[in-house]
Structures are given as structure tokens and as C-alpha cells.
């Protein structure tokens, strides 16, 4: 296998693809750490790392002590949320944008939630693709 940098991101892509291709369902068990170490020749912090990142990805849940499994995929959310005028200003001023400009980009903006900051807060990401 590759370097030790990216073994752990090489098995949680195969697994990722077995969950894709329909081998693990969701519910099913994903191999332990142990299997993975077995399967893959890698140490225990290698596919411990593995299983972090399906985790982080939303991909499986761990359950202590019994193991850790496929999660449901997340569901489709839709709606609106309003917006105070000032985050508006604030893009309209960090990226010299017009009204029209937010208007013709927003719609086409990709956002994600990113960890929350010292003051509790909710910190989004975002980028125009």
C-alpha cells in the first residue's frame, strides 16, 4: 500500500465503495479495526484513522461495544432560512459585491457547516463552484 499518510484514506475509500456498490447496507456492520488490520496489513492506528474519517463523513455511526455500522443516508432538506441584512452587507463589502451581484451568486453558492468557534457559534463555509 501507499505511504502511511494516505493507507487510512485508501481503505475508507474501498469501503466507501462498498457501501456504494450495494456489499454493505445500511445497518450492516463495517469491518472493526481488527479485520481492517487483518485484511489490509496496516497497524491499529491506521485503520482506526480509516474508521475516523467514514465517521466525520457521516458515512457510519460507532456504537460502543457492538461496533460500528452504515448510516442512513442523510434526507433531502429544503426551506429557507432568513438571513440578517447585515452578513449581506458584510459579503457585499469583504468581496466588493453589488445587490445584484449577491442576487446572480447566491443561488449558486455552495455552502457546508464548518466546526463552531470559541463563542459557541455555528461557522459556515462557502464558495462559488
Given at each position: 500500500?501507499a505511504?502511511d499518510?494516505t493507507?487510512?484514506?485508501r481503505i475508507?475509500?474501498?469501503i466507501?465503495?462498498?457501501?456504494a456498490?450495494?456489499?454493505?447496507?445500511v445497518?450492516d456492520?463495517?469491518?472493526?479495526?481488527n479485520?481492517?488490520?487483518?485484511?489490509y496489513?496496516?497497524?491499529?492506528m491506521t485503520?482506526?484513522?480509516?474508521?475516523?474519517?467514514?465517521?466525520?463523513?457521516g458515512?457510519?455511526?460507532?456504537?460502543?461495544?457492538r461496533?460500528?455500522?452504515?448510516?442512513?443516508?442523510?434526507?433531502a432538506?429544503?426551506?429557507s432560512?432568513?438571513?440578517p441584512?447585515e452578513?449581506?452587507q458584510?459579503?457585499?463589502?469583504?468581496?466588493g459585491?453589488?445587490?445584484a451581484?449577491?442576487?446572480?451568486i447566491?443561488?449558486?453558492?455552495?455552502v457546508?457547516?464548518?466546526?463552531?468557534?470559541?463563542g459557541?457559534?455555528?461557522?459556515?463555509?462557502?464558495?462559488t463552484?
Amino acid at each position: 500500500m501507499a505511504d502511511d499518510g494516505t493507507k487510512y484514506r485508501r481503505i475508507a475509500d474501498d469501503i466507501r465503495a462498498n457501501i456504494a456498490n450495494g456489499h454493505l447496507a445500511v445497518g450492516d456492520r463495517v469491518p472493526g479495526e481488527n479485520d481492517i488490520m487483518a485484511r489490509y496489513d496496516v497497524a491499529r492506528m491506521t485503520a482506526r484513522q480509516a474508521l475516523a474519517v467514514l465517521r466525520e463523513d457521516g458515512i457510519v455511526d460507532v456504537q460502543r461495544g457492538r461496533g460500528t455500522f452504515v448510516r442512513a443516508a442523510p434526507r433531502a432538506l429544503s426551506g429557507s432560512v432568513e438571513v440578517p441584512k447585515e452578513l449581506l452587507q458584510e459579503l457585499q463589502a469583504r468581496h466588493g459585491l453589488s445587490e445584484a451581484d449577491l442576487r446572480r451568486i447566491l443561488p449558486t453558492a455552495q455552502v457546508r457547516l464548518a466546526e463552531t468557534d470559541d463563542g459557541g457559534r455555528w461557522v459556515v463555509e462557502y464558495w462559488t463552484p
